[in-house]
């Protein structure tokens, strides 16, 4: 272990301290879910239905269980549950019973010896179908006498909703200019290299062991229990570190199934891993968006109206479909004053893979649309458009489009100033004069924000529990998972400090139902805020339990010169010492143990402008950002290079800059990706880019060093003032390169990603 | 079939079918799973291995290819100088997140430094643009290939 470096290195707050990670990663050693090969080793695979929408006739395996090596394939009358998973909607089938809604709807279950086995036993189930009329846009699916997905949902809409403040309507009349477009977003991948995967298996007790590449371990328990029909206190989830999540392993993907293996090999460990065309066929995707926009402004520039409705395209089942829209429509108007806002929702199944989380839920979609309307504004008011940014931006005590008053750290205009000072923004006049010949080059901002956490009605919580070890080390309980944000190595860097250690009296254990508490999901930039105000508090009651007990053993009247160092309590005018392992022999294992919850703040004063809405509505934290994207433009061939960009955040406190700036360059990364190459292909219901050759994203070529600098907040009530900072950087790059575009050739596209065909298809017009 | 060959320094025999995934020989076979599988297909790079010093993707070469061969993984950097001084500057500049592209790079970035510790940032983004990271962005990946070459040259100047 490479631990020598940080020795006695006391942890503290604000400190790049490389990730207490890193090394294990490095060298290979971090052993993620995929890693796990029991001994005895069972394989699970899924049927695919292939088919976008039709009713399972019959599955015939007799051919595939002749073979030797299968041990046994299940369809949905094995499954002894509700056979319905889903997060919020209990809608979608283990195994299909009846109705096949997508391509990638599992029609039986195959566990075989070996992975050859498995795959020539999946291809040799046969099924037959009945095609039923299938419908693969959200206009067809709204259309009368659309045939219906599920029969609960008339219209095929998942969720309909409105946000409506003022009279938007009216008050377009009394606006000096108003623009009006069209816009769309399309389906993206989220692209984590660890694919959807887990091992599994049945104790001699009965309860389920899993260990799964999940950001929800907790709540996995739900959905499992309630769909393959165990108590959930019977099922034990292990989420280690995650290859990559993005918001992908949010909600069961291969648990279910797993489960449902596991009950059905007498003991022996079943692995299941999705293979990457699996992942793009069967795995949730980022919603297709269509969006039209009308924005009205006094000639100041003074924002005054916005009448904009959105659609999103949810798929076969809702996942978190409604919530997802419903987080759009809640930063439909972007992180500005608009007195009057009429912002109105759809949310629609279809025939299509399942749309559900992604960093960004919902908002970047939402961000592309509004943010070039704002650029659109500006050059028909003839504005700066730094400047009519600025007049507009949120400041603490306003209202946000939502109606919601704006009471935690609201730093939108500090991004922007950073972005106007920068010699980026400067210089750029000057950048772009010494454009070389047959280029042009253009400059694009965006503004971004991104709510912190569940929302109303969702009580978002967090349980820490940090251990005095028997070897003498605080050990964190954590119980949300790592995706790779990096939350966890936060919490051990939370620890160190508050508790005055250095790292190797600190070990973090990833989330496990058997020892950690109920936490929440990896999600919605909750997961270090929520979880670390919860430790913040766990970790001063071990400090002064430690304290206390020392000064037990030390025979000391009172605590007041008891202080924590790396590994021992301390007693300065004595000069004596009770070493950590010392106490922890001294106590017993309760007194060992600190646990404490926070439960998020929500909206004290919901306003009364939401109808439709069904839960998570209104947030009140938010992260803020300025982005600026320099762009050069071959005008042969359409082709963009982003040469410069540079992203200014809001993220209140920063507990470890190295690690902020990672999930700055990273969001900005993906959101590059989003905005210049990522399309997933569907026709009829049927993924087209299937792997890494059809779906490209980003390689290092392709991205410029992104810049983040951040803005000093402070959140009074996040740990050490922050903010989650995970999703905020996705949403500006598409926005900041359409504008950058339109400034560098006076083209504007409207429908995402900005490729260089359409780009010189817009330049020959 | 029976095949010999060197990995990470060390002889190994075994039988094997020679169409078996060097991926899946090392890591469900030998248990090295510091390589990961991220695509299948040769896209993304996480698989990348040294045959004979040189990169290769295992999820694309078959047993009866490595016959013979020099096997380097993950697992091996820690037995060389070089790699010592890789996987600590990936420590240090932040360049890992979610880590699991992060074996691949260094095996990508390792041929590139032990020959030109000097390359230049853009010859560095080359010599990893095969290997695919969803996480960073790639700038501190950058970072620590920079400050590995830095140091292996003052090593070898030093000499």
Redesign the interface.
Known sequence: M?KD?HSHTRLEIGK?H??G???D????????A??H?PENVLWAGAVRAGIAHGRLLAVDVSQAIALPGVITILTAKDVKGSNRQGIIHKDMPVLVDDRILYCGDPVALVVAET?DILSRAIALVRFSTETLPAVFDPESAMAENAPLLHEAMPGNFLMQAEIRKGDAESEFSACDAVVEDEFSTPVQA??????ENGVAWQELDGKIVMIVSTQAPFRDRLEIGHAVGLPFGNIRMISP??????GGKDGATVQCLLALAALHTEGRPVKMQW??EENMLAGYKRHACRMRYKLGAKKDGTLHAIHCNLVYDTGAYAHLGGEVMELGMEHAAGPYRVPHTLIEGKCVFTNNPVGGAMRAFGVCQATFAFESMMDMLADRLGMDRLAIRQKNALVEGDENCAGVRMITSTGIAGCLDILGDHPLWRSANNWKQECPPGRKRGIGLASVFNAAGYGGKVRDSAIAKVELSLDGRIIVHSAVTD????NSCAFSQIAGHMLGQSPEFIELRQPDTATAYPSGSSSAGRTTYTFGNALIKACEDMKARLINRAGLLLFIDNDRDLALEPGKVTHGPSKRDVSFTQLASFMPHEDRVCISQFVAPVCEDIPDTAKGFFIAFPHIIFAYGAHLARIELDTATGVITVCDYLAATDGGGIINP??F??QI??G???GLGYAMMEDFQIREGKPLTK???GYL?????D?P??ISIPFLGHESTGPFGLKGVGEVAMNGPLPAVANAVHDACGVRIFHGPITAEKVLAAMNL | MDIKFTLNGNSQSLSTEPDRRVIDLLREDLGLTGIKEGCGTGECGACTVLMDGETRLSCLTLAAQIDGRDITTIEGLQDMEEGIILQKAFEEQGAVQCGYCIPGMEMAALPLLTLHPNAARNDIKIALSGNLCRCTGYVKIVDAVEQAGREIAVKKEGL
């Open positions: 490479n470096t790049s490389p990730r990670d890193a090394a990663k490095a060298a290979g050693r971090e052993k993620y995929a890693d090969y992975k989220h692209g984590f290299l660890e694919t570190a995650l290859g990559g999540g993005f293979e990457r995706m790779g944000q990096g190295s690690m700036d990672q360059q990273g900005v990364a993906q792997d890494f050759t994203i980003p390689g290092s070529l991205l060093d992104t």
